[in-house]
T-cell receptor, first 114, second 113 residues
């Protein structure tokens, strides 16, 4: 699986958009980008995923650059409850050797400030 | 309510005393997995199971055993716990083919003295 690079921490004002970047310059053509978050000591929570098109759901938007070497998770109106560690993961979605493992890195600690 | 449950949630034990952490899911998921989380190291996969009677090692399997005799249950067994297995453990499950969308349990905080 491709390696990802995320900033260690970020701050965001409550009510503003939180933009969390992720670099994955070695991503291959059949690898997806997944985002999870973990609120303090709780189990991680799936947020969104994408291959090459931008994606949006009720939680967030995912913007993937045209060359697929980086992506940005956008929380449109951050609240205090969005304070968490956000993980960007790159992995294949279909069956195959090693593809059933999601490898979590260290993520970005997002602090939403009142 | 769809959920993954783990028991116990907190456990303090001594070196060498066998223990089992249970994990159960009510979503009929084929895929289940165990992770451990340690400060500075993030989440690391211990074992995973693609279906009943099918298990495989993750990144850090040493010192752990698992079994998958029923679809809903995936217990984690520490035959002879050691202090370096003190950690926060998470169980997760997902549908086969949507393994990227894993549902995590609340975690088990284990301390081995």
């Amino acid at each position: 699986d491709a390696k990802t690079t995320q900033p260690t921490s970020m701050d965001c004002a409550e009510g503003r958009a939180a933009n969390l970047p992720c670099n994955h310059s070695t991503i291959s053509g059949n690898e997806y980008v997944y985002w999870y978050r973990q609120i303090h000591s709780q189990g991680p929570q799936y947020i969104i995923h994408g291959l090459k098109n931008n994606e949006t759901n009720e939680m967030a938007s995912l913007i993937i650059t045209e060359d697929r070497k980086s992506s940005t998770l956008i929380l449109p109106h951050a609240t205090l409850r969005d304070t968490a560690v956000y993980y960007c993961i790159v992995s294949r979605a279909t069956s195959g050797a090693g593809s059933y493992q999601l490898t979590f890195g260290k993520g970005t600690k997002l602090s939403v400030i009142p | 309510e769809a959920q993954v449950t783990q028991n116990p949630r907190y456990l303090i034990t001594v070196t060498g005393k066998k223990l089992t952490v249970t994990c159960s899911q009510n979503m009929n998921h084929e895929y289940m997995s165990w992770y451990r989380q340690d400060p500075g190291l993030g989440l690391r996969q211990i074992y995973y199971s693609m279906n009943v009677e099918v298990t495989d090692k993750g990144d850090v399997p040493e010192g752990y055993k698992v079994s998958r005799k029923e679809k809903r249950n995936f217990p984690l067994i520490l035959e002879s716990p050691s202090p370096n297995q003190t950690s926060l453990y998470f169980c997760a499950s997902s549908r086969q083919g949507r393994v990227y969308e894993q549902y995590f349990g609340p975690g088990t905080r284990l301390t081995v003295t």
